[in-house]
């Protein structure tokens, strides 16, 4: 893996188009680049205006990591000497919602809206969900699905049951 010394000088950097997060397109350094479990990521630099005095503003130069969607290659630069450390070994998968064990109990509840005192359309959640404050417990998939039937029923998006029952 490359570290912050094997980073080329500031002068033989290549040019790179970074995507700041309110839209705005600056002109930066790429300095080295590396992979995650989740994508790569780039070590970007970018002059802004410093001062230690607000009488003296100066140019100074900003290094960030920044996701590589938000850069982009500049026509005519050369990339091929950036420090680049790729995974030697897959990192675990990210955690999956699917990787939860099937329900094999629900709760059904009818909520009360705060205001008017009038019963909001049943909501159905999985019996570990820590979304649900009470309600009536049932225990087959069947019962489940009848009460997502209902009109104005609605699944949980805390615990998946909005899309595990849909």
Avoid: F
Wanted: charged fraction near 25%; charge should be neutral.
């Amino acid at each position: 893996m490359s570290t912050e010394h094997d980073e080329p000088d500031p002068a033989d950097a290549p040019a790179v188009e970074v995507t700041m997060p309110d839209g705005q397109v600056l002109r930066g350094r790429l300095y080295s680049r590396r992979q995650t479990e989740t994508g790569w990521t780039y070590k970007v630099g970018l002059v802004l205006w410093q001062a230690q005095d607000p009488d003296r503003p100066e140019p100074g130069e900003y290094r960030a990591w920044v996701p590589a969607d938000r850069a982009a290659a500049v026509p005519g630069a050369d990339y091929s000497a950036v420090p680049t450390a790729r995974l030697t070994v897959p990192g675990p998968p990210p955690p999956a919602r699917s990787m939860r064990p099937p329900a094999t109990r629900w709760v059904v509840e009818a909520e009360r809206l705060p205001r008017s005192g009038g019963v909001q359309p049943t909501a159905v959640h999985r019996a570990d969900c820590w979304a649900v404050t009470k309600g009536l417990e049932i225990t087959t998939l069947a019962a489940a699905r009848a009460a997502m039937a209902r009109p104005g029923a609605r699944g949980c998006i805390v615990c998946g049951t909005d899309m595990s029952l849909a």
